[in-house]
């Protein structure tokens, strides 16, 4: 896992593909459609989405085993949970064709997140992950993006 600043991109020397997804993430606005975008046919492609927040018992704990997740908030703040992947409890077993597998959520992630617009957290295969948490004990309206790149493509 990686939390920084939008702003501290070129720090990390990760190749054209990580340029390719901070030059994308670093050309939206608040008022970017919500919609799938793709920068690189299958190998790096974004979603832009809205809703509200929720509290943990609410949130899907989730990984990938193909594409890396960089995800950063447009609008409002969200929470993250961070689990190391190996001995979490599979919930829905792995589908190939979505990237996604679900675990079960037996306690407190080992650590916890919190982003706001100009900031972003990246999730390698083996960072299982929950999202669209509440921050500040309120539910919110957040609109975010997560961009998601072959993991083989980072340099």
């Given amino acids: 896992m990686i939390i920084d600043r939008i702003e501290n991109w070129e720090h990390y020397h990760f190749g054209p593909a990580w340029k390719l997804a901070f030059d994308f993430l670093k050309s939206l606005t608040p008022d ?3 919609k799938k975008y793709t920068l690189q ?3 790096i492609f974004a979603y832009v989405m809205s809703y509200e927040t929720k509290e943990p018992e609410l949130a899907k704990l989730e990984a990938h085993q ?3 997740d960089i995800q ?3 609008i409002g703040s969200e ?3 961070w689990f190391t992947k190996n001995g979490l409890e599979v919930d829905v077993q792995y589908d190939k064709s979505k990237d996604v597998e679900f675990f079960k959520r037996s306690c407190r992630g080992t650590a916890r997140v919190d982003i706001v617009p100009d900031s972003f957290v990246m999730f390698y295969p083996q960072d299982a992950h ?3 948490l509440i921050v500040n004990g309120k539910s919110e309206f957040i609109k975010k993006v997560v961009v998601k ?3 083989d493509l980072l340099a």
């Fill in 72 to 74: 950063a908030v447009l």
């Fill in 41 to 43: 046919g299958d190998d």
């Fill in 66 to 68: 193909k594409y890396v």
């Fill in 32 to 34: 970017s459609i919500d």
């Fill in 130 to 132: 929950m999202p669209a």
């Fill in 149 to 151: 790149i072959k993991a």
């Fill in 79 to 81: 929470g993250f949970e």
